[in-house]
């Protein structure tokens, strides 16, 4: 059974970091592309970052580049979201997600096999 416990979310202030993390189970890491998805009220869903688990290429959202970094631990099985220069508009709740393909399909597309069911992220003074 496959599992994803997404943690390190909260309230933080304007210009604060955070690091997201998702340890996954039930699955063969290393086969997947991973990546953080986020979900803000009244909005749509958004690819903020994948990676690759098996060169570590990565992809990016223009409105974190700069800020947010990703990277994974095949080790721990664990996708980690280092988050600085937070802005109230990265207020959402972040999701992480895995899809057996190209990682561009599961960060721009509609692909993914496993999703874990978030962390709440909340950038405010």
């Known amino acids: 059974e496959v599992h994803f416990v997404e943690s390190g979310g909260g309230l933080v202030q304007p210009g604060g970091s955070l690091r997201l993390s998702c340890a996954a189970s039930?699955?063969?890491?290393?086969?997947?592309?991973i990546g953080w998805f986020r979900q803000a009220p009244g909005k749509g869903r958004e690819g903020v970052s994948c990676i690759s688990s098996s060169d570590n290429s990565t992809y990016y959202a223009e409105s974190v580049k700069g800020r947010f970094t990703i990277s994974s631990d095949n080790a721990k099985n664990t996708v980690y979201l280092q988050m600085n220069s937070l802005r109230p508009e990265d207020t959402a709740v972040y999701f992480c997600a895995a899809y057996r393909g190209l990682l561009l399909r599961l960060c721009l597309g509609d692909a993914m096999d496993y999703w874990g069911k978030g962390t709440r992220v909340i950038v405010s003074s």
């Open positions: 039930g699955f063969t890491f290393g086969d997947y592309a």
